[in-house]
């Protein structure tokens, strides 16, 4: 459906653009915004790569299983269906150490993981199963720690103080997952 709204503004503005004599705007918006992509890719992409660099130092020193043992523990709660020592645990709990780190790119190849695994559990193939959803809204939450990308962002757009956005994106963050946990838990319950 998003896809066809997109579609409909894009269409809409350029038949607007021709019918109004305002082409020249659209081909000069479309160069911009090229290389607006173009800078952002080039200034975020070292940011990423580092953090991504420190999650496989982590992963190879152990640092991200231990941290993913420490997180199951916390996440037998959150998910009581899944059984104890299920593989479902480390693909969450490295979905989560990711996104603490503000690294949506790195957090998504564990979060397919986790779906498959947890796929593997449900008793119903076509539905969503009630850790899926839980999953879910747990990554859409998306708790973070240090929001390195959005800071990479305002550093490509030269804030004076890049890194002040920590605490409002920490608390933000912690409040979406809390309140997206407990309306998980609701909605479960009224509707079992």
């Known amino acids: 459906m998003v896809n066809k709204l997109w579609f409909f503004f894009i269409v809409s503005g350029i038949a607007y653009a021709f019918l109004s004599g305002n082409v020249q705007i659209i081909n000069e918006e479309i160069l911009k915004s090229a290389n607006t992509s173009f800078t952002m890719v080039c200034q975020i992409l070292p940011v990423i790569a580092l953090w991504l660099g420190i999650m496989n130092i982590a992963k190879k020193s152990g640092l991200l ?6 997180l199951s ?4 709660y959150i998910f009581p269906e899944i059984p104890k020592n299920h593989e479902s645990f480390g693909y969450i ?5 990711a996104n603490l780190f503000g690294l949506g790119n790195a957090a998504t190849p564990f979060g ?11 008793p119903k193939k076509t539905e969503a199963s009630r850790s899926m959803i839980t999953f ?4 859409t939450s998306g708790l973070t720690l240090i ?6 962002l305002r550093m490509m757009h030269h804030s004076a103080n890049p890194s002040e956005i920590v605490l409002a994106c920490i608390l933000a963050t912690l409040v979406s997952t809390t309140v997206g946990l407990i309306a998980d ?5 009224v509707t079992s």
């Open 112 to 122: 397919l993981k986790a779906m498959k695994s947890l796929q593997t559990l449900n």
């Open 73 to 76: 523990k916390i996440l037998k």
């Open 93 to 97: 709990a490295s979905n989560m150490i």
């Open 136 to 139: 879910l809204v747990l990554n």
């Open 185 to 189: 838990r609701i909605l479960y319950k």
């Open 147 to 152: 929001p390195t990308t959005i800071i990479s």
């Open 65 to 70: 299983e231990k941290l993913s043992k420490g």
